[in-house]
């Protein structure tokens, strides 16, 4: 299940039309889904990065790019100034690089500064993409980040969902209210 805005930010990626920095929020954006699986806002960051440096959705091989970057919210100040040193050098695999922060709203204060300093002037091809709290996330850092506001799945998208992936209508209907 995809949300319209969610839509709309891989439409632009897809155009060529990506900002450099995105925030995306949602009811999830701090939850990690069972057995360690990343959120949904997670994956659809997952996603974008994918697209961002592959052309296509599919996540499998981010792990091996050298021009992708993740951290959580309790990324450290050091690990930011270790992704500014590599954001400074040449992207291997092409002209893009991408870093992504899951819970940036949890990054303590000298992390959260080193990262403005590469959100104000990003590297030519660099992408920034993080999850997070809105309220919870300093106003210069919004400021710099496209917002994306995924909101909550309606109960007619729950039960459209649940009948797409082979469940009854009337099922659907009573698990989706």
């Known amino acids: 299940m995809i949300n319209e805005n969610a839509k709309k930010l891989k439409n632009a990626i897809r155009a060529g039309r990506a900002m450099h920095g995105y925030l995306v ?3 999830d954006c701090d939850e990690t889904a069972p057995e360690g699986e990343p959120s949904s806002t997670a994956e659809l960051l997952r996603q974008c990065a994918a697209l961002l440096l592959f052309g296509s959705e599919k996540t499998e ?3 091996f790019s050298p021009d992708f970057y993740e ?3 309790g990324a450290k100040v050091e690990q930011m100034r270790t992704i500014r040193q590599e954001l400074s050098k040449k992207a291997f695999g092409g002209n893009n690089r991408v870093v992504v922060i899951t819970d940036a709203h949890m990054m303590n204060d ?3 500064n080193a990262m403005l300093k590469m959100l104000e002037e990003p590297p030519e ?3 920034f993409l993080l999850t997070g709290i809105e ?3 300093l106003p210069t850092i919004r400021s710099r980040c496209q917002i994306v506001r995924l909101g909550t799945a309606s109960a007619a ?3 459209a969902e649940l009948i797409r992936l082979g469940a009854a209508k009337s099922e659907a209907q009573r698990f989706a209210a």
């Open 25 to 27: 929020t949602s009811a």
């Open 71 to 73: 951290l959580n919210g």
């Open 125 to 127: 091809g660099t992408f």
């Open 61 to 63: 091989m981010l792990e």
């Open 157 to 159: 998208e729950i039960g």
């Open 135 to 137: 309220q919870r996330i």
């Open 110 to 112: 000298s992390a959260v």
